[in-house]
């Protein structure tokens, strides 16, 4: 019993100092959430947090216990924020009060992440780093209102969220011509053809030298410095981005599909051999599925890469719409939060593209090793 | 017919090879520069008609090997190119190569150092503990997912609006694109010595420090080395990238964009080869380290 009720006291005193201790000062008033909101609805919150943190510390259920330490930290992250929302703009940074409540976040948040360790709630593993990118955005919308942070340099992520609403055609169109024209195009042109250029090698190996010399050759010029050369060829708009984002993702899918090609071990070629396969039937049955996870995880390192190539290849010239282009002018201009929206939404499309390929990779590739726990 | 077995190198021994790959060369350089005779066409023929000038056929290829601006430079335009502004050029000059050359270097250099040390540093951290690992690792997974090089504008603005020297401003690009593959390779590389070892040095009663110099750290540098050529060239890629929302003052992706507004075909494939020749001469080096560094010990864990 000793070690759940240790820490339902040092839960209990962090808490207890989050609320008793200020959070930071209004002119010169120390603002904390004792003195601040009614005395009814204060100790109807602290009961409430101590009973979630019973549950978590003496709780048979690691499942129960990590969602009470959820709650708990939401409850707690929700009294500071009315709080400081509603006594006005702070100066001077955070006070004592603010310092323990971000020690009980944290606490609570690594003491969830530990309690769901490796029950069915984790599955994949995704639990605990979401937890930590919600108390990170959480942090960080705390840290504008503590510090007196320009908002031009760094806006609060709920301003971001209303920038995006507010600009939403805007960044619409460019959406549709960095992601929908340029990047998404030239990732499949070029995770295909390199797909079917190291196929080809392997089918006809005398090419297999000429090809190894002219792929050293290309991987080693920095794909980025073509960009302007690509602009030059074949003009402002998405063609030379799709060229750059296919060039881009290229040569990591040549050289995955050929290290995947290659691993198919002795005993199966043996066996298809035996069976008098053609090079066709061997390919499609055995050797390609075998290569399925390398592929996939070139074409997982090529997402980002194909948003890079169409993003920054709009830095060489561009019609006026574009994530990158919008990403350079308004960083050019100081219009900080257009900037971030614009992030965001990038950021967003290639986080949701990656998730897709690894879904897909699972699905597909479910027998491998690295899928297993 | 016998299938040759995958890993049995093509026949021929290693003079072989380099014909094959002097031939191959050739090759290229010959089909490059037959290309640029159609790519350059369009513009001889527009030049002539401007000049009022009749061409013969004989002239006319050779026109397409000299344009000025061309579509497409032929390999002793570039060279030629390459030649100017290295040797012709006085060295302090913003049109010398080699001070652009100079500049990325230095950030990349920079740049590279504190994000190996970055990585290494992450992946200490992870091997020494689980939990940070399962939390912060698929994060570090997610934040590389974003086109972090297409938010490099910002970031230098941001910090040279924070009153960061340049410097440092594109060094951050470039710590941030190269500490992720070092941390992943390394917490492999710390992670590999195989279990039986690390029961020896328990039973040695050797410390978590000694175990990490003694044992941990050497198994680790045959992951090290590939892990920093890759780092390498994004490394140099990073800086080039990190340039170019400066305003175009000195270095590889400064000379990009000066190249590229102006129009500047030649300037574009110099820098272009310069670039490459930064990454490659990289790479050897590192090469060359591992070479120096992991031969010695043969048979090692």
């Known amino acids: 019993m000793k070690g759940p009720a240790l820490s339902f006291l040092a839960g209990t005193l962090l808490v207890a100092a989050a609320i008793a201790l200020p959070l930071g000062m209004v002119g010169d008033l120390p603002l904390s ?51 400081l929302r509603s006594a006005g703009p702070q100066t001077g940074g955070p006070g004592l009060g603010a310092l323990f409540a971000v020690a009980a976040l944290v606490a609570f948040v690594l003491g969830s992440a530990a309690l769901v360790a490796g029950t069915p709630l984790d599955r994949g593993g995704g639990l605990a780093p979401l937890l930590f990118f919600l108390l990170v955005l959480y942090l960080w919308e705390l840290a504008t209102l503590l ?48 797909f079917v250029l190291a196929v080809a090698v392997d089918r006809f190996a005398r090419l297999s030298t000429a090809f190894q010399i002219l792929g050293s050759l290309l991987a080693v010029v920095p794909i980025l410095a073509v960009a302007p050369i690509m602009v030059l060829w074949l003009g402002f708009d998405w063609q030379s981005k799709v060229a750059v984002a296919a060039l881009m993702t290229f040569f990591p899918m040549f050289t995955a599909t050929g290290a995947g090609l290659r691993a198919t071990g002795a005993t199966e070629t043996d066996l298809m051999q035996s069976y008098a396969a053609s090079y066709g039937q061997t ?91 | 017919m016998t299938d040759r077995p995958r890993d049995v190198p093509a026949r021929g021994g290693a003079l072989s090879n380099a014909l094959v790959t002097l031939l191959v060369l050739g090759a290229v350089l010959v089909l490059w520069t037959l290309l640029c005779i159609p790519m350059n066409a369009a513009q001889v023929e527009r030049d002539a008609a401007r000049r009022k000038v009749e061409l013969s056929a004989a002239d006319f290829v050779l026109a397409t090997w000299a344009m000025p601006r061309p579509m497409l430079p032929a390999p002793h335009q570039i060279v030629g190119e390459i030649w100017k502004t290295t040797v012709l050029t006085p060295i302090g000059s913003p049109r010398n190569l080699l001070f652009h050359i100079w500049a990325t270097l230095r950030t990349a250099l920079v740049g590279l150092v504190a994000g190996v040390a970055l990585g290494l540093a992450l992946a200490l951290w992870f091997v020494h503990f689980r939990l940070a690992e399962r939390i912060a690792l698929p994060l570090v997974v997610c934040f590389q997912t974003i086109p972090l090089l297409a938010i490099a504008p910002m970031i230098v603005v941001a910090m040279g609006n924070a009153g960061l020297p340049q410097l440092w401003q594109k060094a951050v690009i470039v710590v941030t694109g190269v500490f992720f593959p070092i941390t992943l390779v390394m917490v492999r590389g710390l992670r590999s010595p195989a279990p039986a070892l690390l029961d020896l ?17 050497p198994a680790s540098l045959p992951y090290l080395f590939p892990g920093l050529k890759v780092a390498v060239a994004i490394a ?48 050897a080096l590192v090469g060359l380290a591992e070479r120096l560094v992991l031969s010695p010990r043969r048979g090692s864990a």
């Open chain 1, 147 to 194: 510090y007196a942070i320009p908002r031009i340099l760094l806006p609060a992520p709920s301003a971001i969220y209303g920038r995006i609403i507010q600009q939403w055609p805007t960044l619409q169109a460019d959406f549709v011509q960095t992601v929908v024209r340029a990047a998404i195009p030239g990732l499949v042109l070029g995770s295909t053809a390199g």
């Open chain 1, 283 to 373: 390919l499609r049955l055995v050797r390609l599925p075998i290569a399925l996870p390398y592929i996939f995880s070139a074409l997982k390192l090529n997402v980002p890469a194909a948003m890079v190539g169409a993003m920054i290849a709009e830095f060489f010239g561009t019609p006026i719409v574009g994530l990158g282009f919008r990403i350079a002018s308004e960083a050019g201009r100081l219009s900080f939060d257009i900037v971030w929206a614009a992030i965001a939404v990038a950021s967003a499309f290639s986080l949701l593209l990656y998730a897709a390929v690894g879904l897909a990779d699972r699905l597909v590739t479910f027998w491998h090793p690295s899928h297993r726990n």
């Open chain 2, 236 to 283: 140099v890629v990073s800086t080039i990238v990190a340039e170019l929302p400066t305003g175009a003052q000195a270095g590889l992706g400064a000379r990009l964009l000066v190249g590229s507004y102006n129009g500047l075909m030649l300037t574009l494939w110099a820098t272009m080869a310069a670039a490459s020749l930064l990454a490659v001469l990289g790479v």
């Open chain 2, 201 to 217: 040095m328990r039973s040695y009663d050797a410390s978590p420090l000694a175990i990490l110099a003694k044992l941990r750290l």
């Open chain 1, 33 to 83: 959430i004792g003195r601040t909101l009614e005395t009814a609805a204060v100790a109807g919150f602290i009961a409430v947090l101590l009973a979630l943190l019973a549950i978590a510390a003496f709780g048979r259920w690691r499942t129960l216990g990590a969602l009470a330490l959820i709650a708990a930290a939401i409850l707690l992250a929700a009294l500071q924020m009315q709080t």
